[in-house]
Antibody, heavy 117, light 108 residues
Framework: QVQLVQSGAEVKKPGASVKVSCKVS????????MHWVRQAPGKGLEWMGG????????IYAQKFQGRVTMTEDTSTDTAYMELSSLRSEDTAVYYC??????????WGQGTMVTVSS | EIVLTQSPATLSLSPGERATLSCRAS??????LAWYQQKPGQAPRLLIY???NRATGIPARFSGSGSGTDFTLTISSLEPEDFAVYYC??????????FGGGTKVEIK
């Protein structure tokens, strides 16, 4: 049974970067398509990007291009999402989620990132 | 970008009643539509994928229908644990994946 465990909450100042991790257990990361979704307080879900197995590359939502980097450490089956140039609007819960066919069927528990001066 | 519009924003019903949630796409997404349930403080949970297929472990009272631009999630008889927020999501293009704004199903 695949499980995703994310790193703990972060508090960052505007302009800083944050790196959130997501460790996979029960499967090998190389055989999975990992994505990231965020949710601002009281708001809906927003897709940030993820691995496209059809093209073999990581794709990013246009809104985050140039500011987000998604990487994987296959030796530890851990995925990472780094968001730079943080602003207050980036305050949100960040989720990792696994793509299965056309949806996300396994989710991490979420990581709260607070951006505040 | 394909915009998904969910309605109503809030649905007030009693346990045992039937819930009908709508998701409309700004252009055709074929059958590439999923539904999720989210409770406070929890991650979303996949209910339906490809418009009408229930995910593993999802009770039969949840059903999805539709194709193209109009989709429906139906909960045939609400259980106390079904009161939550529901989101639709399309992936007609994996490079432009979007979610709807959500429908809150609350206890009347």
């Amino acid at each position: 049974q695949v499980q995703l465990v994310q790193s703990g909450a972060e508090v960052k100042k505007p302009g800083a970067s944050v790196k959130v991790s997501c460790k996979v257990s029960g499967y090998t990361l190389t055989e999975l398509s990992m994505h990231w979704v965020r949710q601002a307080p009281g708001k809906g879900l927003e897709w940030m990007g993820g691995f496209d197995p059809e093209d073999g590359e990581t794709i990013y939502a246009q809104k985050f291009q140039g500011r987000v980097t998604m990487t994987e450490d296959t030796s530890t089956d851990t995925a990472y999402m780094e968001l730079s140039s943080l602003r207050s609007e980036d305050t949100a819960v960040y989720y990792c989620a696994l793509r299965n066919r056309d949806a996300f069927d396994i989710w991490g528990q979420g990581t709260m990132v607070t951006v505040s001066s | 970008e394909i915009v998904l519009t969910q309605s109503p924003a809030t649905l007030s019903l009693s346990p045992g009643e039937r819930a009908t949630l709508s998701c409309r796409a700004s252009q055709s997404v074929s059958s590439y539509l999923a539904w999720y349930q989210q409770k406070p403080g929890q991650a979303p949970r996949l209910l339906i994928y490809d418009a009408s297929n229930r995910a593993t472990g999802i009770p039969a009272r949840f059903s999805g229908s539709g194709s193209g631009t109009d989709f429906t999630l139906t909960i045939s008889s609400l259980e106390p644990e079904d009161f939550a927020v529901y989101y639709c999501q399309q992936r007609s293009n994996w490079r432009e994946l979007t979610f709807g704004g959500g429908t809150k199903v609350e206890i009347k």
